[in-house]
């Protein structure tokens, strides 16, 4: 899929670099991002097998995590690797790995081909090695997002 490239910069270095960017109208679309900011994929969420299945964890997610969060991160964490790259669905510096941006969307730099978000991996799985699997990832998320807001408080 062709994708616009917009300037984004980062907070902890600043450069600046080319980023996907899929605009206001690409509801239930999303980027995805390898781990070292090099490769992108191209995530819809709605009709995935992925998604409907971490959709089952969601009630008992621990309070203050954002529905959404979990499972665009669950996806993510469960897609092919691109390039070699596990993929998440943070923003990352393809100089330092930051997650952190000073600004996105600013001018235009071209396009890119993105290839579609797989899961050929998880897909492959037997059912109940999928729900533990996205059981184990849950806690850490949910660990990740207290030592998270602990910090911050
Ligand atoms: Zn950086």
């Known amino acids: ?13 600043r450069a ?21 900011g090099t490769v992108h994929a ?3 969420a709605i009709e995935n097998p992925v998604w409907k299945r971490a959709e089952g964890f969601v009630p008992t997610l621990t309070n203050g995590i954002q529905r959404g969060d979990f499972l665009l991160a669950a996806c993510a964490h469960f897609a092919d690797p691109v390039g ?51 059981a184990e990832f849950k806690s850490g998320f949910e660990a990740q997002q207290c030592a998270a807001s602990d910090a911050s408080e």
């Open 1 to 13: 899929m062709n994708i616009r490239l917009f300037e984004a910069r980062c907070a902890a270095c």
């Open 16 to 36: 600046s670099f080319a980023k996907p960017e899929l605009g206001d109208f690409a509801y239930g679309s999303f980027i995805f991002t390898g781990v070292s």
């Open 42 to 44: 191209y995530f819809e």
């Open 84 to 134: 070699g790259q596990r993929l998440t669905a943070d923003h990352v510096c393809p100089k330092c790995r930051s997650h952190e941006l000073a600004s996105w969307a600013g001018q235009r730099m071209g396009e890119a081909e993105i290839p579609e978000a797989s899961f050929r991996t998880f897909l492959s799985l037997a059912e109940a090695d999928r729900l533990r699997e996205i």
